[in-house]
């Protein structure tokens, strides 16, 4: 079936270090989606991508929709303690039915 | 405000009970979805409903039910032949005339078994 491998599983970096996680797939994606979760909350939705190429940033962060349409990266710069939190890529598998696959997600720690 | 309203929070299930976890929404959204999550795991897909009185099986939907009677509410229901039902469930809808728009989603409810 389809799978996201997405990497790096876990993070732990110094405030005002830049990260970068990405998401690859063996299946093409006409949609790329990341979210963040905090702990005991759902996911909040950070960034959408449409379109093979396109880079879009919201503020401190900036994620690309991959030109083969298999993958995506998140950058976040300048990390700050709020950024902690575990962040998904997800890609939608069909708009007929509005289906989502989602990575195995990537933990964020921020030392002040 | 609009959005998407789990409950309860935390639940407690006993072995063979059959436990119902709602999920409501007063975004005017036509889909609606339940996602498990476990610890180190991305979400995975146990029903979704794209309209009302209709409702599709997702990939582990082994041992759970749904409903969508109203537009507003598509609760879930565990049954006691999910043998492992500790996890943390999240909800979600979209809308839109096309279903590439982003899911938005409930805050979950943690299920642990006494």
């Known amino acids: 079936g389809q799978q996201l491998n997405q990497s790096p599983q876990s993070m732990f970096i110094q405030e005002g270090e830049d990260v970068s996680m990405n998401c690859t797939s063996s299946?093409?994606?006409?949609?790329w989606l990341w979210y963040k979760q905090d702990p005991g909350e759902g996911p909040v939705l950070l960034i959408a991508?449409?379109?093979?190429?396109e880079l879009t940033s919201n503020g401190r962060l900036t994620a690309q929709f991959g030109i083969t349409r298999k993958d995506s990266f998140l950058n976040i710069s300048a990390s700050i303690p709020s950024d902690v939190g575990i962040y998904f890529c997800?890609?939608?598998?069909?708009?007929?039915?509005?289906?989502?696959?989602f990575g195995q997600g990537t933990t964020l720690q921020v030392k002040p | 405000d609009g959005g998407i309203t789990q409950s309860p929070k935390y639940l407690f299930r006993k072995e063979g009970q059959n436990v119902t976890l709602s999920c409501e929404q007063n975004l005017n959204h036509d889909a609606m979805y339940w996602y498990r999550q476990d610890p180190g795991q991305g979400l995975r897909l146990i029903y979704y409903?794209?309209?009302?009185?209709?409702?599709q099986k997702g990939d582990i939907a082994e041992g759970y039910s749904v409903s969508r009677e109203k537009k507003e509410s598509f609760p879930l229901t565990v049954t006691s032949a999910q043998k492992n039902p500790t996890a943390f469930y999240l909800c979600a809808s979209m809308g839109g005339a096309l279903l590439d728009q982003p899911q938005h989603f409930g805050d979950g409810t943690r299920l642990s078994i006494l």
């Open positions: 299946s093409i994606f006409n949609t």
């Open positions: 997800a890609g939608l598998i069909s708009s007929n039915t509005g289906k989502l696959i």
């Open positions: 409903s794209q309209i009302v009185n209709d409702f």
């Open positions: 991508l449409y379109k093979a190429g």
